[in-house]
């Protein structure tokens, strides 16, 4: 599979998701931790089913926690590095996983372009930091408290 670019791209993604989601949850489950355990119980007496507990209480309880995540996440959307490209890529399916910051190395130092690589590392900053305020800005609208 490392000939095809499908599955180039494929793998890229799987390990990608497959280094983030673990940490995520691990961030998720101490919040849910600090949910009072009171307020399901509550909850259970009330009536509530596990459909309504995980509504009203576990959602708005994670809201603040996945927000912040998902501010972080944006502002550091086009940061993906490069090792695993390097890594998994050959002359074959190098075109396919080409992100910018290996485009900058090779390109950039690899030519002894250093204006290319500069350029790209600039562009690849200011395009961050916009998605950033934009996700900011879309927490503010949903009612939590902003980073910035």
């Known amino acids: 599979f490392f000939t095809d670019p499908t599955w180039a791209r494929v793998t890229v993604i799987v390990i990608n998701i497959w280094v983030g989601v673990p940490y995520t949850l691990l961030q998720l489950t101490g919040v849910l931790q600090n949910i009072p355990e009171e307020l399901y119980e509550a909850a259970k007496v009330d009536g509530a089913n ?15 926690t996945v927000v912040v995540l998902l501010i972080m996440g944006i502002g550091g959307a086009l940061n993906v590095g490069m090792e695993r490209q390097m890594l998994l890529s050959n002359g074959i399916v190098q ?6 910051s290996w485009f900058a190395y090779i390109r950039g130092i690899g030519n002894n372009n250093y204006g290319l690589g500069t ?30």
């Open 95 to 100: 075109d396919h996983a080409m992100v910018l």
């Open 119 to 148: 350029a790209i590392g600039m562009f690849q900053s200011l395009v961050g930091i916009a998605l950033l305020f934009i996700a900011n800005k879309i927490a503010g609208w949903l009612g939590e408290s902003r980073l910035i």
């Open 50 to 64: 596990r459909l309504q507990r995980i509504w009203h209480i576990t959602l708005p309880g994670i809201k603040p």
